[in-house]
């Protein structure tokens, strides 16, 4: 069995998988489909105000939701050595430009992109074509699970897919950097 297809089919389909990234285990869905996004917001039970982080499969899908990638954040994309959230400025939102959801994006307009450490993650992005949200596995408020065991069945029997528990081996089990990037290249570090 392909370890991707249940996963490709639920993503295409406005579904919500439950997966284990390069950092903890993640609840995601098309990142271009407000509707399944909506979703997660709703399994999470967190406020739509609060933005959701996404995961790319190399800098060129991040320019194609992007208007313009600070050459500071390519930098620190070229030089990182772990799992990275960086905060772009200025998202593509909306399908009249084939952008993003709007409900990933924060109110001003900027957006919390990684590019997973892990093989599996990365490919799982490249082979659907679009960013998927990358959100911790929890409740909002809730302690964050670092491994399957550790999510509440709630979430489990709230997502349409489940991916293979043992893919948690490429889970480092510690939340992502969070470097917040501004177009001139100014940078603030949100979490270290």
Request: proline share 7%.
């Amino acid at each position: 069995m392909n370890v991707y297809s249940d996963a490709l089919e639920a993503l295409r389909n406005g579904g919500v998988l439950l997966y284990p990234t390069d950092t903890v285990w993640g609840l995601g869905c098309d990142a271009t489909n407000p509707e399944a996004v909506r979703k997660v917001y709703g399994i999470k039970r967190r406020p739509d105000s609060k933005s959701l982080v996404l995961l790319a499969s190399d800098l060129d899908m991040v320019a194609r939701y992007i208007r313009e990638i600070p050459e500071m954040a390519v930098q620190l994309v070229e030089v990182n050595d772990r799992p990275m959230t960086i905060i772009y400025p200025d998202a593509l939102t909306g399908p009249d430009c084939r952008g993003l959801a709007d409900n990933v994006v924060a109110e001003d307009g900027s957006v919390g992109i990684r590019i997973p450490m892990a093989d599996f993650c990365r490919d799982l992005v490249r082979r659907f074509g679009r960013p998927i949200v990358s959100t911790s596995a929890n409740i909002s408020g809730e302690p964050t699970p670092k491994r399957f065991a550790d999510i509440p069945q709630t979430i489990k029997d709230s997502v349409d897919c489940i991916l293979d528990p043992s893919l948690e081996r490429q889970s480092s089990g510690k939340a992502s950097s969070i470097i917040k990037v501004g177009i001139d290249g100014t940078i603030d570090i949100i979490r270290k």
